[in-house]
């Protein structure tokens, strides 16, 4: 850091409005801020002020110049300035929903990753996961492939981490239902389970309703041990409002403020600014959590009704068989999620045309057989369980 550093911080945060230096009024949920930067007046900012602080990988990452003939793709990492970062209490999340919305999946490998794990002490570091927002999975099928592959990853996550004596990472349940996340945390099948987790795709998210926030944490709560507590990755303030009477919320972070501040200024946002809507967001937050506790280019449907004409509950129940059947690849490493989605779409057509064809109930288990490994004993299952 310049030698000045320090001081162009604190005469930013007075310019901003900021009151006297220090950290946020304590609250039992810890609030994470989410910076954008990587360094500079921001990060000067938030560690100045004491906040704890959640950074994307993706605010990492450096691509190829626009006149190479790879341009813009991912080419390395760079590491955290230790100047910058000394005091700073840091977190890491993977950029999963970046990954999702902008490039179809990640970008770099797992040891790549790794690699900015191992620059830095983080307080904690979100393992590779797979978000199931709507704007991302819109369909149950898709959403069981990305959970498999939010499995697979922790697992390679966890291995790597421990070949590199790193701390292991944050497990991050995934899902859109409450069922959903239920299934993922069945799915990593955790002897011990750590005292933290992470619960994602909850941004922007209600707070009540059968996919709200709280359906989740109660579905949950039902298996998880009593000493799980959870971090939730971008939750809204109202949310919030409800949340801290919940035991189970351990953090929440957000980067909010800066979307209202590009909101609100178009152009000309200089830090002073920008700090200052940084503070206020995390003053009102405090606040709030102190009150009771003291994709372009993305394939968003596996199978959209609108390519088949519509689906019968039967044919629903027979795609869903042949997904699981694709996620338990998944998760054994025996194909990708990528080609999982190809893969488990080109088989789609085949079952729906047996079914089709045949009608459910003339289609023996050898013809579903015939399309995958094991599919028969799966519809079998399913049909047992919709009984």
Known sequence: MAPDAN?????????????????????????LVGVPQTG??????????????????????????????RAYE???????????????????????????????DYRWTINNYLDLVASHPWVWWAAMDYCCEREIAQDRPLRLLRIAATVHMLGKCQVGAARRGLPPPLPVL???TPDEYALCAKWFGMREWPKLIGIGSVCRRPVHGSTGVLAILQALDAILPQHVQVHLFGVKSEALEVLTRNKRVASVDSMAWDVRARAERRTGRD????????????TKQQAIAARQGGGVGMQRMLFNPDDFGGFTDMESLALEALTLQFADLVMGGEIDYLDAVVQSRQD????????????????????????????????????????
């Open 7 to 31: 001081l162009t911080a604190r005469n930013l945060i007075a310019d901003s409005g900021g009151a006297q230096l220090g950290a946020p009024a304590s609250s039992r949920i810890k609030m």
């Open 74 to 104: 991912f080419r390395k990492f760079h590491f955290p300035d230790p100047e910058q970062f000394d005091g700073l209490e840091a977190h890491l999340d993977s950029a999963g929903f970046v990954a999702a919305v902008k490039y179809r």
């Open 348 to 387: 789609g057509v085949i079952v729906m045309a047996l079914l089709r064809n045949k009608g459910l109930s003339d289609a023996t288990l050898a013809d579903f057989d015939e399309v995958i490994e094991g599919l028969g004993d799966r519809v079998e299952e399913l049909q047992k369980k919709a009984a």
């Open 40 to 69: 500079g007046k921001l990060v000067a900012a938030a560690r100045e002020f004491g906040y704890p602080v959640l950074f994307s990988a993706n605010a990492f990452a450096d691509a190829y110049p626009e006149e190479h003939d």
């Open 174 to 176: 995934q899902g859109w």
């Open 271 to 282: 830090a002073a600014f920008r700090i200052g809507h940084m503070k206020a967001w995390a």
